[in-house]
């Protein structure tokens, strides 16, 4: 008993702050989707079709991340703090460089962009003035990003949570006075979306750079990192982070995959579907609070030669989640009546809107069991190559197969092409449990 009052302890120091970040980062898509979602509905599907890059951009970024806390939670679980400072400057070197070549990228083809994500041409010209501001904000995304989740993997969450909170301030602030042309600003309605983002990011990266030199005295990590030699972590880190850069590659195409596919079953639908990502993005916050503490605290058991403690701790993660899901499930549920007036919705948006919500809660009930599983307990112990695995396949017999089919071959209504896009959550636990119950998952990767 004081064993399970410890963790769940544990879990809630982590968690907690982790929730509430990830309640501030989510919240800027929020305010995205419903201040540009009383506009119209046009611009609120190029603001998420023109998304479409960056996630795709902060998921690799995530993967890259995710993928060396492997590496420094065990090394902080050992005391050891230059490996940490070389592995950090290592993952921040590539994924700022990642940032600026598609921001280049972006910059010099926006309309081709959009053209992947949808056929419609009002959508793809409002998008193209989105990318044409928010793409300078890679870079600075990637530098904050990285630093702090490395600092998550040493149990550092309030920095992270201090810093988004401030931006998501400054960002509420700056989206009413840009998208509505408040306070003697010229109305910039979807252009004003982009700007207020990129502000915020640049205000997140100074703040990174006065913590780094002002405030953090532990692990001493400073831009000279950026440029160190790295060569004898560089096998280690290629070896735990591309696979779970190969995994959340797959899961982000294969979100974008369903973009593709959405984006051309007209704009009631991509509008619907729009609403539905962002509350389901607000109800997953909880669940990506306790993902995060489930691969730290796993990590960090390992790291320590605890090997049979961090199996008991996995059953007790793993039973959290399905509790998560339950609760996250009736409450999007309980929403559906009200649910298409927050936004400026047509009546064939509105009944999109509420047959998705169905489908939408079975959804968060088996992402809340993968993602304190697949993303938390298993990655946290290395076991990288399997989560990889389990999503690639799930990947092209959801997403590819079924999507596509249901869509353009069957011809199915949106809300059922919908439900077989999301069906893939469903299939990854029939990987999952087995390889959770079997306990074969434990990897000592620190070198």
């Known amino acids: 008993m004081n064993r399970e009052h410890s963790l769940f302890w544990r879990i809630f120091y982590i968690a907690f702050p982790v929730a509430l970040q990830s309640l501030i980062t989510t919240g800027v ?17 190029a603001v998420a079709q023109g998304n479409q890059p960056y996630f795709l951009f902060s998921t690799t970024i995530f993967g890259l991340a995710t993928g060396s806390t492997v590496l420094t939670a065990q090394y902080w679980g050992k005391g050891e703090l230059d490996p940490i400072r070389a592995i950090m400057g290592l993952i921040l070197r590539v994924g700022m460089i990642a940032g600026a070549l598609l921001g280049a990228l972006v910059l010099a083809f926006p309309a081709a962009v959009m053209s992947i994500f949808t056929n419609d041409p009002q959508v793809i010209a409002s998008g193209v003035e989105f ?43 700056l989206h009413w006075v840009f998208i509505f042309g408040n306070l003697g600003a010229p109305r910039m309605e979807i252009r004003g979306a982009a700007l207020a983002t990129l502000i915020s990011r640049i205000c997140e990266s100074v703040m990174v750079l006065v913590y780094m030199y002002c405030i953090e005295k532990k692990v001493r990590f400073s831009l000279r990192d950026l440029f160190r030699p790295t060569r004898t972590y560089w096998f280690t880190v290629v070896r735990y982070s591309v696979p779970v850069l190969c995994s959340e590659m797959i899961w982000a195409v294969g979100i974008s995959l369903q973009a593709v596919i959405t984006g051309r079953l007209g704009v009631s639908a991509l509008a619907a579907i729009s609403f539905i990502s962002m509350l389901q993005e607000l109800a997953m916050v909880p669940v990506m609070g306790v993902g995060v503490a489930a691969g730290v605290i796993t990590g960090n058991l390992i790291g320590q030669g605890k090997d049979e403690e961090a199996l008991r701790t996995s059953k007790t993660m793993m039973k959290i989640g399905v509790v998560f899901g339950i609760v996250v499930g009736l409450i999007l549920v309980l ?22 919500m169905f489908v939408a809660a079975y959804l968060l009930f088996c992402q809340s069991i993968n993602i304190v599983t697949l993303a938390g307990v298993l990655r946290g112990s290395g076991d990288t190559a399997f989560c990889a695995g389990v999503d690639a396949f799930i990947m092209v017999v959801f997403k590819l197969v079924l999507g596509f089919s ?38 000592h990767t620190t070198v």
């Open 29 to 45: 898509a929020a305010m995205d989707t419903l201040m540009i979602g009383n506009i119209s509905e046009v611009q609120l599907s």
């Open 131 to 173: 990318l044409r501001i928010i793409a300078f904000s890679y870079v600075f995304a990637a530098f904050t990003g990285v630093f702090l989740i490395s600092l998550r993997s040493m149990e550092n969450v309030r920095v992270s949570l201090c810093i988004y909170g401030l931006s998501f301030a400054l960002n509420l602030v």
């Open 335 to 356: 929403l559906r009546p009200v649910a298409p007036g927050f936004v400026a919705a047509s009546p064939e948006t509105a009944g999109i809107i509420r047959g998705m």
């Open 406 to 443: 249901s869509a353009f071959l069957l011809h199915f209504p949106p809300v059922w092409v919908y439900f077989l896009l999301s069906s893939d959550e469903l299939g990854k636990l029939f990987f999952i449990l087995p390889r959770m119950w079997g306990g074969k998952w434990i990897h």
